[in-house]
């Protein structure tokens, strides 16, 4: 130590999962067969959704970007998080910690906004479905999704400039496979306590407030939809059954990481895990195995590739 202020930690240490050689080799499969579902499930629903012309609609515009979005949050800390498992010092640079952090917040909170944009289209559909497209036009869809990426952004910069100028003097071992706020913070070289309550705070307060639109927007939804008995209205109810399990499978972990009171208990990494994972590997299991359109439209995907790979 020589008395000044800037920061003498550089890098810090990830603790990562386990010590186990025996569970190392086994979570390397489990997460390497995950990562390249994730991607490949995906990427098949956003490339499915631009070449087939029939699935040109506002819903599936915003599920391809959905599907976007995902393979984005399960690339940011998972190739790392496989790469470190057989590693014995599991290092990142305070650089590469705060643009993990920077960019697991952008486009967390951007699919959260754009689960919200994805309730207001089927609010819409099922409310008011003769003014369907001309209220969800294509710019308006665009527009939506600039709004989101828009808040995602700036909410994740709000967070960063808590934490971008804290002094670290050790230690530096983060008890995590990546780098997230409460843990970051908790290394600082000063009382961290408002400031964790004040990330805490601010985390909390998008994951629930999105949280409780959606329920709210859902449960108007369901009763205007149970006063409908056709077949569309049985439709458009097992289109947002789908959207209520992906909301349900994304904000649960996020809610208890950064609502409950202590942060650092050891289902934290489990949490993380699932959000950063399994949860972009299910929206399109969700997604695909529930829709019939999507379905016919990837068998047609998969039958234009095969002839003419055969031609």
């Not at 910690?97 to 920077?102: E, G, H, L, S, V």
């Not at 995602?152 to 003097?169: D, E, K, R, T, Y």
């Not at 209205?233 to 009171?261: D, E, M, N, Q, R």
């Not at 934290?268 to 829709?291: E, G, H």
Request: net charge positive; aromatic share 14%; proline share 4%.
């Amino acid at each position: 130590m020589d008395g000044s202020n800037e920061s003498v930690v550089y890098e810090f240490v990830l603790l990562g999962l386990t010590s186990s050689q025996e569970m190392r080799v086994f979570l390397f499969l489990f997460f390497s067969v995950f990562y390249v579902a994730s991607m490949l499930g995906n990427l098949l629903i956003v490339l499915t959704v631009i070449a087939d012309a029939r699935l040109h609609s506002p819903m599936y515009f915003l599920l391809a970007n959905l599907s976007f979005i995902d393979t984005c949050v399960c690339s940011i800390a998972t190739p790392k998080m496989i790469s470190d498992l057989f590693r014995k010092y599991k290092v990142i640079s305070r650089n590469g910690c705060t643009t993990q952090m920077f960019f697991i917040h952008t486009v967390g909170d951007t699919e959260m906004v754009l689960l919200v944009v994805m309730a207001f289209d089927r609010y819409i559909a099922i409310c008011k479905p003769l003014h369907y497209l001309t209220i969800m036009s294509l710019r308006r869809c665009i527009l939506l999704l600039m709004v989101s990426w828009i808040i995602g952004f700036i909410h994740s910069m709000m967070q960063l400039a808590f934490v971008v100028n804290l002094p670290f003097c050790g230690p530096n071992k983060v008890d995590s496979f990546y780098c997230d706020f409460p843990r970051f913070i908790q290394l600082a070289c000063m009382d961290t306590y408002r400031l964790e309550f004040l990330v805490t705070a601010n985390s909390g307060f998008i994951s629930m407030g999105t949280f409780f639109i959606l329920i709210i927007s859902y449960i108007f939804i369901l009763v205007t939809v149970r006063k409908h008995s056709s077949g569309g209205s049985t439709k458009a109810l097992s289109t947002l059954s789908a959207h209520i399990t992906v909301v349900i499978f994304f904000f649960g972990p996020c809610i208890i990481v950064y609502v409950w009171p202590f942060p650092t208990l050891p289902i934290d990494k489990f949490l993380a895990i699932f959000d950063t994972l399994i949860t972009p590997f299910m929206n399109p299991v969700i997604y695909t195995f529930r829709n019939k359109e999507m379905k016919v439209a990837m068998r047609k995907l998969f039958s234009n590739i095969s002839s003419r790979k055969l031609s």
